[in-house]
């Protein structure tokens, strides 16, 4: 989300009214949650630069660093005692749905069932597998 703009800008290009989305369809028995995701990993991958990949973790996760980084780069955190100084309605709509946030799946799998997500996928899109037995192996592979 916060990739998208500055959470100073939501308003200017959201609005009040998002009537252009569909309301969420889910299971019975489920509950919905805010997907919530973090990108810094992303950054840190570069081996020659291991040690300042450890200082930006360190630094992002710092309470007055991420206040910091959230008020100057727009950025909505993850940490929900971080208060955004802001009557932008759809700003605090965002933060207000972050303690009820899951990870996305891709985050929260093991790197090998993972892999074999993106192989499912593949084959399901080629019809070499059904949706049963890919739910099976993928709930077989997390154990």
Request: glycine fraction near 12%; hydrophobic fraction near 40%.
């Amino acid at each position: 989300m916060s990739g998208t703009a500055h959470w100073k800008q939501f308003d200017e290009f959201l609005g009040d009214d998002l009537g252009f989305m569909m309301p969420v369809t889910t299971n019975d028995g489920t509950t919905l949650a805010l997907p919530a995701e973090g990108g810094i990993g992303y950054g840190v991958l570069n081996e020659d630069k291991k040690e300042l990949g450890v200082d930006w973790i360190k630094a992002t996760v710092d309470h007055d660093a991420l206040a910091a980084y959230s008020l100057a780069g727009g950025q909505i955190t993850s940490d929900t005692t971080i208060e955004l100084d802001t009557d932008i309605a759809s700003a605090n709509d965002i933060v207000g749905e972050l303690s009820g946030s899951k990870p996305l799946l891709h985050t929260a799998l093991e790197a090998d069932t993972l892999d074999l997500l993106h192989r499912l996928g593949q084959q399901l899109l080629g019809g070499e597998v059904t949706v049963q037995d890919a739910a099976a192996q993928l709930a077989a592979s997390e154990g």
